[in-house]
């Protein structure tokens, strides 16, 4: 009921907000031969970080924009190691947190504001409002008046959500090139070492190296632990080398799906999840970041998706070779291990014969 009447009172503001907003300065943004200072708002999860790497790319890829980001607690981390980000701001909750964020910012000087967010937040629109810059664009949505431009909203049941956000590029003068265009996450040497060093010593002979991720971001993404331990005897069969990814809080799953405990990687750093990708041929997974993790590297995915009361795409990876299976009911605990192998097994098959063979 709480928070029933905090999203109600949040919309309320919201709207009065968009009533009471002076426009900043509109029509298209200007050509300059100066370099433009750019900031990037991209609040909520891991996810939504990663899918907003490409835009940022891209503008940086231009030459004649420097560019900063502000983030969120939860997901800052995907920006950090960057070399398409200047600066890097973290938002935290909290008005005394509001009013230090809006003091620093304000002291940048910025030329252009940029909202990455695919729908309408209440947080981005306040923190658009405050932040002074001459220029704030943004997808069209219902606080348009706190934008001087906006460019229309891809429909989301047919443009992939990383091409949605790419139309922002417009705005800034320049098309992105979606041929190119690949979510980033940039690890460090020492998370790089310590996965290969898990991978050499555990799959010397690198047969068919196939990641199969147990951990979701909630209940309604998990397969069931009878699904995955039947799928990893299965494949124990056909002599595929498995490695199981888990977060350390599924360990205690993971330990009952797999015998062969020296072959599950579990770690509570999310750039050593991001580092083992490469080394993987094949992901299989629930819809979680690990998908846009393994497009990063142009690793094929078989994802498992809950699409439940909407109409929107899936957040499938972007750019790579994929397979999967959609329900649209709330979670995945109806999803049949038959169905899920009848279609994943050929899959699998069609990638191990792409693998060049060892000689």
């Known amino acids: ?27 298209s943004i200007p050509e300059s031969n100066a370099i433009r200072k750019v900031l990037v708002i991209r609040l909520n999860r891991i996810g939504d970080a990663l899918v907003t790497t490409p835009l940022i790319a891209q503008i940086k890829k231009q030459n004649k924009f420097l560019v900063d980001v502000l983030a969120d607690e939860k997901n800052y ?28 910012l304000n002291a940048q000087d910025y030329d252009i504001v940029i909202d990455s967010h695919d729908d309408t937040s209440f947080t981005v629109s306040m923190l658009t409002k405050l ?21 229309t ?26 041929s190119t265009a690949r979510i980033a996450f940039f690890p460090s040497e020492a998370a790089k070492q310590k996965t290969a060093e898990f991978v050499e010593k555990r799959f010397k002979d690198k047969k068919f190296v196939l990641g199969i991720n147990i951990s979701a971001g909630n209940e309604a993404r998990s397969w069931g632990i009878a699904n995955y331990r039947k799928m990893v005897e299965e494949l124990q069969k056909r002599n595929i080398d498995v490695v199981l990814l888990s977060t350390t809080r599924d360990l205690k799953y993971a330990f009952r799906i797999y015998n062969e405990r020296d072959k599950i990687f579990y770690s509570p750093k999310y750039e050593e999840f991001v580092a083992i990708m ?4 094949l992901l299989f997974s629930p819809d979680t970041s690990t998908v846009h993790m393994a497009s990063m590297y142009g690793v094929p995915v078989f994802g498992l998706y809950v699409k439940y009361n909407t109409k929107d795409c899936i957040w499938s990876p972007y750019n790579t070779e994929y397979d999967c299976i959609v329900t649209e009911e709330s979670n995945l605990w109806g999803v049949s291990y038959d169905k899920v192998v009848s279609k994943f097994f050929p899959f699998l098959e069609a990638q191990m014969n792409k693998k060049p063979a060892k000689v």
């Open 1 to 27: 009921m709480k928070k029933k009447l905090e999203l109600v009172f949040k919309k309320l503001l919201l709207k009065v907000l968009t009533l009471v907003s002076k426009k900043p300065k509109s029509g």
């Open 77 to 104: 981390f995907v920006f950090q190691n960057s070399p398409d980000v200047n600066k890097l701001f973290v938002y935290r909750k909290g008005f005394k947190f509001l009013y230090d964020t809006i003091r620093l």
């Open 131 to 151: 932040i002074n810059a001459d220029y704030k664009i943004a997808l069209t949505k219902e606080n348009e008046s706190l934008f001087s431009e906006t460019i």
């Open 153 to 178: 909203r891809p429909d989301s049941s047919k443009v992939h959500v990383v091409e949605r956000i790419l139309e922002l590029t417009k705005l800034l003068g320049f098309e992105a090139d979606k």
């Open 278 to 281: 490469p080394h993987l041929d």
